[in-house]
């Protein structure tokens, strides 16, 4: 929409309320024509609101975009700066984690299982704290934990026997994989677990409920838990008033 057609609009409705404001309380006529009046100005200001609407919605859409892809680079940039969190948080975080994933592979319909998860171990542990800046502080040492583990997994296991996967189908393999729990990453790291086919027989043992979820889906968990904490941290910062940090 050009300049020239907004400042034409504008006068056109500023020349019609005048009109009307005239007309209006001389007659019951006058009066009836000014609410005819009336109803043709707001019919050109709504027409005005949608041209100016589709101008600016492109250039917002793209505003946003790059904000999103702006904040999503600071995000992970911030979140590879916490430490991990003992294993002990850890484990428990993460059977939980593992518990929730089982729930929503049970459920109807279709849905991420591992976002659902992750939005309910998360969202649990925030609202029993408050919201707190600090709480979420504990889920991002979380994340970054099981990044870390995900990584000495996939660094371990690159020659392990019995292995029959691609790059990719390797690296989906070890995404999931310390949702393995306790006894069978300990057991990977150490080498007590030598083989795929021994990996297989320990999930079945310790994780049947996700042995086919770790060993044959491409379930991005990592990357999940990344961008849940970033969407929860929105909430967190407006919860403190804008602070990052408790004080």
Known sequence: MTSENVDWRCKQIEEMREQSDSLRGESLVFSQ????????????????QEEEA????????????????????VFSTHLRSFESCTEDEFWTIS????????????????????????????????????????????????AVTYQEFAHKLYQHCHEMKGIEKGDDGYSDWTDSLPLAGKSVVVGILFDDIATYKQVEAALAKHRPELKDFIQNGENYVRRTLEETLREFFVTVVKQNGGKTDEE
């Open 54 to 73: 589709k101008d600016n919605v492109a250039k917002l859409a793209v505003l946003f975009s790059e904000s999103q892809e702006r904040y999503s680079d």
């Open 95 to 142: 059977g939980r984690l593992g518990s929730k994933i089982k729930y929503w592979l049970d459920g109807l319909g279709r849905c991420n299982p591992v976002k659902r998860a992750a939005n309910n171990v998360f969202w649990d542990m925030l609202d029993m704290a408050n919201w707190s800046m600090e709480c979420w502080e504990q889920c991002a040492r979380f």
């Open 33 to 48: 024509e000014a609410d005819q009046i009336e109803a043709r100005i707001n019919e050109l200001e709504r027409e005005q």
